[in-house]
């Protein structure tokens, strides 16, 4: 249930950490190893996400998890921005920002117990950050993030690991 920040300078790895995490990189010497039932959702910053683009965001958010209502999807959908008949939208039509905010929704709607999520807030306005940042305190599985945004991390991390030349420095709170 921890929200942890990994934080540092750019190349510093904190990228390359979540890929190696999320098994989408390999390691050349160590291990990698996660407690039993460990499920992993995985956020990359360059989006790569592909969606059926023949659905619209209602049918898109029910593929995301069958049980879920029309009436849950419509509410889920305006927690990330989308409101009115823009749940009627198709997904191929969306922007660069909408289908990151999608994205996020599905990451929130499947069965994991562990995001890793690599700046999550690129490309989104402020209100989209701020749903971002309920949600995430509200997911009761453990979140591992990437941000250069200290309000994200404020108001988001209880941990924070800093990645220095030297190595990791953990604070908490």
Sequence with gaps: GEKI????SNGMGKSTLLKIMANKLSIEEGKVSFGHKTTIGYHAQEL????????????????FAADTT???????????????DDVFKLTGVLSGGEKIRLSLLKLLLAP?????????????DIQAV???QEALKEFPGTVCFVSHDIEFIR???DTIFEVTPKGFRKFHG
């Design 130 to 132: 701020e749903s971002l």
């Design 112 to 124: 994991q117990n562990l995001l890793l999520l690599d700046e999550p807030t690129t490309h989104l």
């Design 155 to 157: 108001g988001v991390a």
């Design 5 to 8: 920040a990994v934080v540092g």
């Design 48 to 63: 790569t996400e592909n969606f059926n683009n023949t659905l619209n965001l209602i049918e898109q958010c029910k593929s």
């Design 70 to 84: 029309e009436g849950r999807c419509r509410q889920l959908l305006g927690s990330f921005g989308f409101q009115g």
